[in-house]
């Protein structure tokens, strides 16, 4: 009976010690937006909490994308495609997200815009992050940015040393005896799986999630690019960049060339 008194007051709405507020910190969540604009700008909120989302997001996609690349070092293949599964389901509402943004009006946009020099989304770190993890590394991109807080600068420079997801799906096929050491070996252990899918189904649903992962990213860049260009035109980005025609040079950007080669070899 004391158990089930005492499990009541830890867990029950009856005494709890812990609310909803407290464990999400709400309170806390909810000061952090704090628009620059005066008089205010009425739009300035919608910018502000969307990138926050963002940035929330990105953090459990490298939390999610960091366990899938461990695991299959380690020579899983059932939880890696798990932890993909939900990335991917992640992606597909970022770039619903931008239909959000994409009530703001160019006119609502300028009332705050120059407030917002020399910030940029080119300077968000997860977002480099989850590249970096990705596969797409750019050691250039730590001297072409600037305003990196030391703590940033730090991650981003181990995600650079650290192994990607394609380092560990290598592993993975390596461990499955497959040999690759090089482009070709990899295209034929791919086109070998491809075309054996009961023997090697698991090996073929991972690199699935991973072309989704990559299939996913590139849609969020496109939409990015046609709400950028809805919002700002041919402008320069706010932070220095060359703004649409700069995202529309990342377009062709792929995590997984090998996996996108494969469909032309079968």
């Known amino acids: 009976m004391s158990e089930y008194r005492d499990c009541v007051q830890s867990f029950g709405e009856q005494g709890g010690r812990l609310t909803y507020g407290s464990y999400l910190r709400v309170p806390e969540l909810l000061a952090q937006q704090v628009p620059q604009s005066a008089p205010a700008a009425h739009d300035e909120l919608l910018f502000i909490t969307i990138h926050q989302a963002y940035e929330l997001w990105f953090q459990l996609l490298l939390h999610e994308l960091a366990d899938a690349r461990d695991r299959m070092l380690a020579g899983e293949s059932y939880l890696p495609r798990v932890r993909l599964e939900r990335c991917h389901a992640v992606e597909v509402l970022l770039v619903g997200q931008v239909d959000v943004i994409d009530t703001m009006t160019p006119?609502?946009?300028?009332?705050?815009?120059?407030?917002?020099?020399?910030?940029?989304?080119?300077?968000?770190?997860?977002?480099?992050?989850?590249?970096?993890?990705s596969g797409l590394k750019d050691p250039g991109f730590l001297e072409r940015l600037r305003g990196l807080a030391p703590a940033e600068e730090?991650?981003?420079?181990?995600?650079?040393?650290?192994?990607?997801?394609?380092?560990?799906?290598?592993?993975?096929?390596?461990?499955?005896?497959?040999?690759?050491?090089?482009?070709?070996?990899?295209?034929?252990?791919?086109?070998?799986?491809?075309?054996?899918?009961?023997?090697?189904?698991?090996?073929?649903?991972?690199?699935?999630?991973?072309?989704?992962?990559?299939?996913?990213?590139?849609?969020?860049?496109?939409?990015?690019?046609?709400?950028?260009?809805?919002?700002?035109?041919?402008?320069?980005?706010?932070?220095?960049?060359?703004?649409?025609?700069?995202?529309?040079?990342?377009?062709?950007?792929?995590?997984?060339?090998?996996?996108?080669?494969?469909?032309?070899?079968?």
């Open 107 to 133: 006119q609502d946009f300028l009332a705050f815009r120059t407030l917002l020099a020399p910030a940029s989304g080119f300077q968000s770190a997860q977002f480099r992050e989850i590249e970096f993890i």
């Open 154 to 266: 730090e991650r981003l420079r181990r995600r650079l040393a650290e192994p990607t997801l394609w380092d560990g799906y290598l592993a993975l096929l390596a461990a499955h005896g497959f040999a690759v050491g090089s482009d070709d070996e990899v295209l034929a252990a791919l086109v070998a799986i491809a075309r054996d899918r009961e023997h090697h189904g698991a090996l073929w649903d991972l690199a699935e999630a991973l072309i989704a992962h990559d299939q996913a990213w590139s849609l969020w860049r496109a939409r990015h690019v046609l709400m950028a260009e809805r919002q700002i035109g041919a402008k320069p980005g706010t932070g220095g960049s060359a703004g649409s025609p700069y995202l529309r040079s990342r377009l062709d950007t792929r995590f997984y060339p090998a996996l996108w080669s494969l469909r032309a070899a079968l």
